[in-house]
């Protein structure tokens, strides 16, 4: 999978992708990450990317040119899949949208920044708009680094342990059941019997069951 990312301030997704399981992802060739600075774009000799709101108001708008010379350009390499634009009034982003982003080949990841982005981009280019959630991030970049960790874990090949992924809390609309490491006794916090039988249909019984308790109590809404 290739994931394209736009965006004003490169740094912010530099050390997301440099650790752990994107980082592995990334060295073991399954996933490229193609990070491209938007002032690259820009059409004017200030480098500047935005520009004040026709009709007056508050922040700044970057503008369409810079945006669209950067997405033509990349088209013109390779077909993508969906344009995405990072927005607090996007859709909002769950396990199923990333289950449905990681079969994708390529995308590209738009992050506005300031005070959004010209809306001709958003009804002549972007192709869905993505929000991690109801609060408001100063840019997109950091929406665009957990939006990359949701679809990427999910690719095979990329955890591991390839039932990993599929057992994570939300697969199957329901939450973790608890899990337990060594020591079996921790100043006489218990691990559960169960865990300890050797029984594994009783374990596995024993999993669902606190499965479906922990997401009654905490997460009413999934079910
Ligand atoms: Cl995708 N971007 C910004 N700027 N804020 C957000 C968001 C995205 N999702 C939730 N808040």
């Not at 060295?27 to 000799?45: A, P």
Request: glycine share 6%; with cysteine.
């Amino acid at each position: 999978m290739r994931i394209d990312i736009i965006t004003v301030v490169p740094d912010l997704l530099k050390s997301p992708f440099e650790s752990s399981i994107l980082k592995n992802s990334i060295e073991k060739g399954i996933v490229n990450i193609v990070i491209h600075n938007l002032r690259d774009y820009s059409t004017n000799k200030y480098k500047s990317v935005d520009d004040y709101q026709f009709g007056g108001g508050a922040g700044m708008v970057l503008m369409v040119e810079p945006i669209d010379k950067c997405i033509s350009k990349l088209k013109s390499e390779r077909n993508y899949d969906e344009i995405i634009y990072l927005s607090p009034d996007g859709e909002k982003l769950n396990q199923s949208t990333a289950n449905k982003f990681s079969l994708l080949n390529n995308i590209i990841l738009l992050c506005g920044h300031y005070k959004g982005i010209d809306q001709r981009v958003r009804d002549n280019i972007i192709t869905k708009e993505v929000s991690i959630g109801d609060y408001v991030l100063s840019g997109g970049e950091l929406a665009a680094a957990i939006l990359c960790d949701s679809i990427i874990r999910l690719i095979p090949g990329v955890i591991g342990d390839e039932t990993s992924a599929l057992t994570d809390s939300f697969q199957d609309n329901l939450l973790s059941s608890p899990i337990y490491t060594r020591p079996r006794d921790y100043k006489g916090w218990k691990v559960p019997d169960v865990l300890i039988s050797g029984n594994n249909n009783e374990i596995d019984k024993w999993r669902m069951e606190k499965a479906i308790e922990e997401t009654k109590k905490k997460r009413p809404d999934l079910n």
